[in-house]
T-cell receptor
Framework: DTEVTQTPKHLVMGMTNKKSLKCEQH?????MYWYKQKAKKPPELMFV???????INESVPSRFSPECPNSSLLNLHLHALQPEDSALYLC???????????FGQGTRLTVV | ELKVEQNPLFLSMQEGKNYTIYCNYSTTSDRLYWYRQDPGKSLESLFV?????AVKQEGRLMASLDTKARLSTLHITAAVHDLSATYFCAVDHGNTGKLIFGQGTTLQVKP
């Protein structure tokens, strides 16, 4: 299994909603990442988890709350988002922090 | 602050032609990655370049790394339509696992 699986694939949410994005990998990778990608832009790192501990938070607003319940799962909890948060949210994993990252298919998020 | 710059940002080429995409980065790094992204899709890993002088080839694509010049190239040989996509280079920022991506090069191969 060489996949990183993200659910849902598409999400439309209102500014007062609470929702969660889910990411799962079964490759035994110990580093997991959340990236945000706006249209026609490169991905930008949001969070890094290494051995289930948050190691990097790129000054992301608190309306985005990551969680790593175990080594295979990564969640991104969303609350009170703004329309400008609409983007493709990509999860990735790697064996370690300095090894090749494999990306999931992404969640296309629209905030209305 | 690490900056990664690609050029060109857009490339329209005929099938059968050769071309090179350049990726420059501003601070020392010994790890560079190339990814491909189709419209609305995720990132597919193409190459991992780990040392100075590294060269890797897969089909019509060849990537190289010159850490002294802080330059990587992605060379396309005899382009075909299926290679149409956006190509990103990404540099590992220190030992953090943080990838800094270039702006991306959108390649359009015309029949």
């Amino acid at each position: 299994d060489t996949e990183v699986t993200q659910t849902p694939k598409h999400l439309v949410m209102g500014m007062t909603n609470k929702k969660s994005l889910k990411c799962e990998q079964h490759m035994g990778h110990r580093a997991m990442y959340w990236y945000k990608q706006k249209a026609k832009k490169p991905p930008e790192l949001m969070f890094v988890y290494s051995y289930e501990k948050l190691s990097i938070n790129e000054s992301v607003p608190s309306r985005f709350s990551p969680e790593c319940p175990n080594s295979s799962l990564l969640n991104l909890h969303l609350h009170a988002l703004q329309p400008e948060d609409s983007a493709l949210y990509l999860c990735a994993s790697s064996r370690g922090a300095r090894t090749e990252a494999f990306f999931g298919q992404g969640t296309r998020l629209t905030v209305v | 602050e690490l900056k990664v710059e690609q050029n060109p940002l857009f490339l329209s080429m005929q099938e059968g032609k050769n071309y090179t995409i350049y990726c420059n980065y501003s601070t020392t790094s010994d790890r560079l990655y190339w990814y491909r992204q189709d419209p609305g899709k995720s990132l597919e890993s193409l190459f991992v370049l780990l040392s100075n002088g590294a060269v890797k080839q897969e089909g019509r694509l060849m990537a190289s790394l010159d850490t002294k010049a802080r330059l990587s190239t992605l060379h396309i040989t005899a382009a075909v339509h299926d290679l149409s996509a956006t190509y990103f280079c990404a540099v590992d920022h220190g030992n953090t696992g943080k990838l800094i991506f270039g702006q991306g090069t959108t390649l359009q191969v015309k029949p």
